[in-house]
């Protein structure tokens, strides 16, 4: 596997063909906040709290650095303006969600994000889609997954797998960047109020 060379915030970087630019950024010690990255899954560019500046060929775009591949003289900015505007948005978005989240409240202190901005849905589910994930790539069982789309879209327990599996296993509570209790409320919501429709996480 050949070696590139980039360029993150003025350090020059050697990362192996096939890495996204975060996990050359972490290889080097470099911070990039994630919200819906976990080092056992697949990348999932969900959150885009990754955002980072990528320039190449004299253009720059913004990129959610999980899913985005290191390419040779790449010049990525983990900060700027327009990136930190965006995270900011973004976090903003999430709190309106859950807005007592340690782990938002941490990032929108360091990025001046308001919690107030937008119109609460405390719903405590940012569509990161950890535990859909974990369930399905990690556990192979499909306990969760995604309920309806657009707007309406959040996450269930599957009833009939959740009941037999869930209480004993509990592993993705923990990997919640919003709330574990909410976890654990909406995996007994699924079992007494099973709902209708659900998505495979195969098409998440």
């Not at 970087?13 to 010690?29: C, D, F, H, P």
Request: aromatic share 8%.
């Amino acid at each position: 596997m050949s070696e590139i060379l980039l360029q993150i915030d003025g350090i020059e970087v050697k990362a192996k063909e096939g890495m996204s630019i975060l996990e050359a950024a972490q290889s080097a010690g470099i911070y990039i906040p994630t919200l819906c990255h976990h080092e056992k899954l697949q990348p999932y560019g969900a959150c885009r709290i990754c955002t980072v500046e990528a320039e190449t060929g004299g253009r720059t775009n913004l990129v959610a650095a999980c899913v985005s591949p290191v390419q040779p003289n790449l010049v990525v900015r983990t900060r700027s303006e327009k990136v930190d505007k965006t995270r900011k948005i973004l976090l903003e978005q999430f709190l309106a969600h859950a807005p007592d989240a340690p782990a938002l409240q941490d990032l929108a202190q360091e990025y001046g994000a308001d919690k107030d901005r937008f119109e609460k849905e405390s719903s405590f589910c940012i569509l990161c889609g950890l535990c859909v994930r974990y369930c399905a790539e990690v556990k192979k069982k499909n306990a969760v997954g995604f309920v309806d789309r657009g707007a309406r879209r959040e996450i269930s327990f599957i009833p009939e797998i959740a009941s037999k599996e869930c209480w004993k296993c509990k592993e993705c509570f923990p990997l919640c960047p919003t709330s574990y209790l909410q976890a654990a409320y909406h995996l007994t919501e699924a079992l007494v109020f099973p709902s209708p429709s659900f998505e495979p996480a195969s098409e998440g």
